[in-house]
Every structure is written in C-alpha cells, then in structure tokens.
C-alpha cells in the first residue's frame, strides 16, 4: 500500500492532483484505498488506476515508469499467486479422490479374494467329498462282483 504523496511522486504530480483523479474515478477506486489516521492508503491497482488517468509532466518519469512496471509486474504476479493456489487446491483435492478411489478398490479386491478363497476351499471340499463317495462306490461294486461270483 501506498500514501498519496507516495503516488504523487512516483508519477510526478501534486498530492492534490492524486485527490482529484481519487474523486474522479470513485467509486471504482474506493475498494482499492483505505484511510488510517488521516492517512490515504492506495493498493497497487489503484496507483494503477490513477496512473492511467494521468498524462506526466516531471523529469521523474523514467523512475515513475519504472516504479509502475514494478507495480504492473506485482499485480501479475499476485494472480499468478492465486491461480497456482487454486490449481493447488484442485490437485490436492484430486489426489485425496484418487486416494480414497484406490482405497476402495482394494477393499473392493480384498473382499473379492476372501469370496474366491471360500469358494475355493468349498470346491476342495466337494472334491474331496467327491473322491469319498467313489472310493465307497467302488468298494459297493467290488462287494456286488464277489456276490455275483458266488451266486453263479
């Protein structure tokens, strides 16, 4: 922030020709000033503001130049500041969903395993089941064939 003489001499005019521009471009320029103990403060975007609806006079105004593409320069680089903070925001917030996507799908997979382990263990039963019933059938058969002999 800035005080008016401050203004005043980096672009090379009188404090009162800062006050007069201040009440042309109201009420635009009220957001961008603030006034502490009788003191006028102008934020970057108001000097800029000001600045354009002056033409310099003063020798000063290379250092004035200077001063306003500095100023120029800070404000494109305050919203870079802030576009790179909101892309930020997004990232994280996209990196939390792919987190918690992730943490689902293995749950998802973990659930799955112990499904096909259960199965697996039922079908190794069956088989096993399976392997008892034809040992007792052929065991019946070897019966019926001894009885079959006997008989004939």
């Known amino acids: 922030m800035y005080r008016v003489i401050d203004v005043a001499d980096m672009?090379?005019?009188s404090k009162v020709t800062i006050y007069k521009k201040i009440k042309l471009?109201?009420?635009?320029?009220?957001?961008e000033m603030l006034e502490?103990?009788?003191?006028?403060?102008?934020?970057?975007k108001a000097v800029l503001m000001i600045k354009n609806s002056i033409k310099r006079k003063t020798s000063n105004q290379f250092n004035s130049d200077n001063?306003?593409?500095?100023?120029?320069?800070?404000?494109?680089l305050d919203k870079v500041n802030h576009e790179m903070k909101a892309f930020e925001a997004k990232l994280e917030k996209v990196k939390l969903e792919q987190y918690e996507e992730l943490l689902l799908s293995k749950r998802v997979l973990e659930e799955t395993l112990a499904v096909k382990k259960i199965n697996y263990e039922s079908i190794i039963q069956?088989?096993?089941?399976?392997?008892?019933?034809?040992?007792?059938i052929e065991g019946q058969i070897s019966?019926?064939?001894?009885l079959l002999k006997s008989i004939v």
Do not use: C, R
């Open 67 to 76: 001063v306003m593409q500095l100023i120029e320069m800070k404000i494109e």
């Open 126 to 136: 069956a088989i096993e089941s399976l392997d008892e019933a034809i040992n007792q």
């Open 143 to 146: 019966l019926f064939a001894k």
């Open 36 to 44: 502490e103990d009788n003191v006028t403060y102008l934020t970057d």
């Open 25 to 31: 471009l109201k009420p635009g320029i009220l957001s």
């Open 11 to 13: 672009l090379g005019v």
